[in-house]
Structures are given as C-alpha cells and as structure tokens.
C-alpha cells in the first residue's frame, strides 16, 4: 500500500458506516415490518368496504329503495286501520247483541218457570169447556120444558083440572128460577168464562214465548257467527299487523343500508385515486378495485426494494469487517484488500439506487458509504501488485 496509515483510516470509516447500515438495516426491517403489516390491514379494510358496497348495492336493487318500500308501509297500515274500525264497530255491536241476548234468555228462564201453571190451565180448558156446554144445554133443556109447558096448559087446559095444571106450571117455574139462580151463583163464585178467557190468554202468551224463543235462538245463532266472524277478523289483524312489523323493519333496515351505503361512498372517495377514477368511470367499485390493484402492486414494489436496502446494508457491513483485517495488514491476501472494498461499492450503489425509488433519505447514507469505499479503493489500488511479482 502506497498509504497504508490512510488505508487504515478510511477502513475504520467504512467499518463506522457498516454499523451504521446495520443500525438503519434493522429499523428498515422493523419499519419494514410494521408497514407491511399496516399496509395489508388497509388493503383488507378497503378490500371489505368494497365487497360491502357490492353486498349493499345488489341489495337495495333487490329490495327496492326505501322511497316505494314506504308507500308500501303507508298503504298497508291504511288498510290496517280501516280494518281495526270495522273490527271495533262489529265488537261493539256483538257486545250490545250479546247483552240483549242474555237479558232475553233471563226473561225467558223466567218465563219458563210459569209454564208449568199455565200448561195446567190450557190442559183444563177443554173440560171447562165441556162444563160450560153442559150447563148451556141444561139451560136450554129447562126453557124447552117451562115452554112446553106454557104449550101444553094453554091448549089443553080445561075448568076442572085448572087449579092442578097452575100448580104444576108454578112448580115447574120455581124449578127452573132455582136452576138459574144456581147457574148465577156458579158462575159468580167459578167465573167460568173468566177461566176460559184467562186461559185464552195464557196459551196467546205461550205462543208468543214460543215465538220469543225462536227469536232467541236466531239471535244466539246470530251471536255465534259474529264471535266467529270477530275472531276471523281478529286473526287477520294479528296477520296485519305482522305484515306491517315485518315491513317496518325491512324498511328501517333498507334506510340503515342506504345510510351505510353512503358512509362507504364517502370513505371510499377519501382516497384521492379512487375519488379521481369515480368522477372519471362513474364507477365507484371499479375505481376501488383498481386502486387495491395499484396499491398491491405498489405495496410488494415497496417491500421488495425494502428488503434489498436491509440486504444491501447487511452486504455492505460484512465487507466491510471482512476488509479490516487485511487493512490492518492482519492478512497478507491482496485480494482479501480490494475485494471487499469493491463489493462494498457494489452492495452500497445498489442500496443508493433502491433507496432513490424509494426516495429514502437513506439514499444519504449509502451515496456516503459509496464514495468512501471508492476513496478506499484508490488508496489501496495502486499497491496491487503486477502480474508475476
């Protein structure tokens, strides 16, 4: 060596600048690390936004915006409460039908408990009847006989037997006033034609609760098929209101996806690529995807110069020691001299020009480790010996 004391010294430097590339290679690979892992953590985030907005879109375009699903929900609670009114007037009617019902069946028990008196009275008229002709023909007979009488003393009554035929008239007469006054006697104390006329009016009564309960029994009928019919329409409010419950919420939900569709649209849009694709295509999906195409291309482009720097500095250290000894003249191996001294430039360009698409400050350090190890590499160039020697 020419300088060997120079030598030594820009030995020592290159040594201080591969700790250095060491020190930076391992926050690179942290770094390096930590950026990957964000850069994937993004790339997911973005990567389910996107299928989200997708999930979404087909979504709404199947259910329909929440504009009609609305009108749909208007309409049904529309019929829904026209047909709750109709139920509320039919439930009030059955209730006033039903009470007059059981204050008609509480008349009617009632009643019931008098048929058993006046089906003895209607069971009696016809031999009160039957008395009442009797007596009549009685009467009849003992008119016939007093003017058959009067007949019979009128035509044949003679001088002689005057007295004697006025004597059997006489009797005659007072049989028949007795009789009478026996027949108005009866008929004061038993009022037969009373009876007969009460019973009459008894068996209307009958006829007439005959005929009430008919009446009700049609109105139990009546109530029977209304419980029914209120109960038919009870069920198809329930039915209704389902429906609208179901409708509600498939609306809430269609309004809740609409709002996150927009969340999704303007977080999508924050990334100035994809905003700029979306105003151009129209298209935010697509904007999207091709941003997550662009952004993983970039992301690998990134890592892999990442990871050549660290193995550049890494390269670079390990020349670097192994070019010390033989500085130090520890080795008398020429090549072990120039060697490590050449690849220490090559390692450190290669990192310099990583570092420059990277547009890594770090570009400083290996232009640095550069140019010392060419300094070096005149220091110690012109002692190579000739071939021969």
């Not at 498939?250 to 569709?261: G, S, T």
Request: glycine share 4%; with cysteine; hydrophobic share 45%.
């Amino acid at each position: 060596m020419k300088h060997p004391a120079l030598a030594r010294v820009f030995a020592v430097v290159l040594c201080i600048f591969a700790v250095l590339m060491l020190l930076n290679g391992t926050l690179i690979l942290l770094e390096t690390r930590r950026d990957h892992r964000d850069a994937v953590r993004a790339y997911d985030l973005l990567s389910s936004r996107v299928d989200e907005y997708e999930t979404l879109t087909k979504k709404l375009e199947e259910e329909g915006p929440s504009d009609r699903k609305q009108g749909e929900l208007d309409a049904l609670q529309k019929q829904y409460n026209k047909d709750k009114a109709a139920h509320q007037t039919a439930l009030a009617a059955y209730t006033a039908t039903r009470g007059g019902l059981k204050q008609g069946q509480e008349a009617m028990a009632q009643a019931d408990g008098m048929m058993s008196a006046t089906g003895m009275l209607n069971m009696a008229k016809p031999a009160i009847q039957s008395a009442v002709a009797e007596l009549t023909e009685q009467i009849y007979a003992m008119q016939d006989q007093a003017l058959n009488m009067y007949a019979e003393f009128d035509i044949n009554l003679q001088e002689e037997d005057y007295e004697a035929a006025w004597a059997r008239l006489e009797a005659a007469y007072t049989q028949l006033e007795d009789y009478g006054n026996y027949m108005n006697q009866s008929a004061g104390s038993v009022n037969i034609n009373g009876m007969l006329s009460q019973v009459d009016t008894l068996a209307a009564g009958i006829d007439a609760m005959n005929a009430g309960k008919d009446q009700l029994q049609k109105l139990e009928l009546q109530v029977i098929r209304d419980s029914i019919d209120l109960s038919l329409a009870k069920a198809d409010l329930e039915k209704q209101e389902k429906e609208l419950s179901d409708t509600r919420a498939v609306l809430n939900e269609i309004k809740a996806d609409e709002r996150r569709l927009v969340s999704l649209r303007v977080s999508l849009t924050a990334n100035e690529q994809i905003k700029n694709e979306f105003t151009r295509s129209g298209n935010i999906v697509s904007a999207a995807k091709n941003e997550m195409v662009r952004s993983e291309r970039a992301e690998r482009k990134t890592l892999f110069l990442k990871l050549a720097v660290c193995l550049f500095f890494f390269l670079c250290a390990c020349m670097a020691f192994l070019g010390m000894p033989a500085a130090f003249e520890k080795k008398k191996s020429r090549k072990m001299l120039i060697l490590p001294v050449v690849l220490f430039a090559g390692f450190a360009g290669l990192a310099n020009a990583a570092n420059l698409l990277l547009e890594s400050r770090l570009q400083y350090l290996a232009f640095a480790g550069l140019l010392f190890a060419l300094i070096q590499l005149i220091t110690v160039l012109p002692r190579v010996p000739a071939e021969g020697e």
